[in-house]
């Protein structure tokens, strides 16, 4: 258990100042935030955020698909970058454009339009949460927020008792001289060198472009590595020698950079507990809500906080601890739910050399594209599971088999950004 402070407030009092406060206004806090002021406005939520900004310096891109057509009004109102024509990838022997609509949205979009639409006293900016438990949170500046449910929204935290490896991305938005020529994503040009992020030794890589206007493009280094370890000055220099080879010159005027984890396995209850607070509510990637495979958060996110925005309009009166078994038996379901999905990560990590993990992604895509779309949406059928096993192996047999009935290798904890100049 963590950051539970001696003396907490009484839980679940008439006498609380808030019916909610979130912690942590990135995607997962921003739109249970926003999915409370649209279906559940007699809440009295506050949502607090430690930066200066909403959803920190990210760029969040889905499949249409990936969001059930019920959901995705939670997403109107954000100006989207959005292609109806699909999408193309690129490995060694294979090509394809496959149908499925993307879309994408800029985390200064995310800020200006939560902002915009938010009520300026349901959003506290620049407060750093020193404490939370189940009567509501207190600052670092001293200052007590009491609340009758808190829910945790903070970034996701390594936990040893996680398996799996790393995606490691940094990504710059260009604006060319002169039209880039692209019409859609590239959601993978694994046609590149398979180098590792570190600029030493191999890791699945592939490039992710994209094209935001006629001469404007976001151009993406993105590798699948067993630690997570970044030499940034190494990933801009492979940028501009990408951008350089399609003739894209010009100025970069934005940055971001990640490193995600890629979950293969482990022990689910104890990584959450290392995080839970008694009576405080988890949702986001901290609480176990992503792709173990892709990464991905967002469908996810919209889903969470269309499910507590319901749960808190249809019981006004819910304290924290409902509303933490709440979120816990959410996370218990999604856990279950994704267990193909990690196996599938421990064929890529395990059985699959480093160099060679771009055969794993090119059978993968070489399928159907009513299969790929399930898949990226967490909802890959019986037949797709099959499917998506069977034929030629990509990688060697009994490499496979021990990779089914591995328990997975530890998820390393210690990330580590350098900055080697490009």
Known sequence: MVDSPPNPAEAGT???RHDVVIVGGGLAGGLIALALHRHAPACRFLLIEAGRTLGAHHRWSWFETDIPERERGLMAGFALSGWEEGYDITFPR????????????????FHRALMAELPAERVMLAARAQALDAGGVTLGDGRRLAAR??????????????????QVFLGQ?????????????????????QLAPHGNGEAYRFVYVLPLSA?????????????????AGVLKGRIAAYARSNGWEGEVIDEEAGIL????????AAALAEVTI???????????FSHPLTSYTLPFAVSNALAIAR??????GLTGSELAAFCLARARRHWRAMAYYRMLSRMLFEAAEPGKRVVVFEHFYALRGALVERFYAGRSTWADRLRILTGKPPVAISRAIGALFSSGRPLETRLQTLETPA
């Open 14 to 16: 008439a006498q609380a």
């Open 311 to 316: 749960l808190i309009a249809a019981r006004p």
């Open 261 to 268: 984890p890629v979950i293969s396995g482990g022990d689910f």
């Open 94 to 109: 294979l090509g394809r454009t496959l149908p499925t609509a993307y879309r994408s949205l800029a985390s200064a979009e």
């Open 278 to 288: 008694p009576g405080v509510a988890l949702a986001g990637a901290r609480g176990g």
């Open 149 to 166: 449910c808190v829910l945790d929204c903070r970034p996701f935290q390594p936990s040893k008792a996680l398996a799996g490896g790393w």
């Open 215 to 231: 001469t404007e493009v976001f151009v993406e280094d993105t590798y699948y590595a067993d630690q997570p370890r970044m030499d």
């Open 173 to 193: 938005h260009i604006r060319c001289n002169t039209p880039h020529g692209l019409t859609r994503p590239v959601i993978m040009d694994a046609s590149v060198a």
